[in-house]
Nanobody
């Protein structure tokens, strides 16, 4: 059974940094696209970043480009999200997600950064940025 467990959330002041982790288990970690999503109160869940396991090309939402970095340690089956220059608008619950296949949809001609693109989800970790 696929399990994704996020950690590393917390409260930080604007301009600060946090690093989220997502430990994956229960499936063969390779050949999957791994993504980070977030959901603010009263808003829809939105894609933040995605990367193919073992791949080198990350995909980012425009709102986080230059501030967030997605990375992975395949020896530990762990996905990371380094978040710098945090802003109040980054507040929300952050989710790790996984789906088999590449992170770029050749059919849709876009990166897989929509919630509907993913099959497996973690329980989320809260990030609160105070201004």
């Amino acid at each position: 059974q696929v399990q994704l467990v996020e950690s590393g959330g917390g409260s930080v002041q604007a301009g600060g940094s946090l690093r989220l982790s997502c430990a994956a288990s229960g499936y063969t970690y390779s050949s999957y696209c791994m993504g980070w999503f977030r959901q603010a109160p009263g808003k829809e869940r939105e894609g933040v970043a995605a990367i193919y396991v073992g791949g080198v090309t990350p995909y980012y939402a425009d709102s986080v480009k230059g501030r967030f970095t997605i990375s992975q340690d395949n020896t530990k089956n762990t996905l990371y999200l380094q978040m710098n220059s945090l802003q109040a608008e980054d507040t929300g619950v952050y989710y790790c997600a996984a789906v088999w296949g590449p992170c770029y949809s050749a059919v849709a001609r876009r990166p897989r950064l929509r919630p509907g693109d993913y099959r497996y989800w973690g329980q989320g970790t809260q990030v609160t940025v105070s201004s």
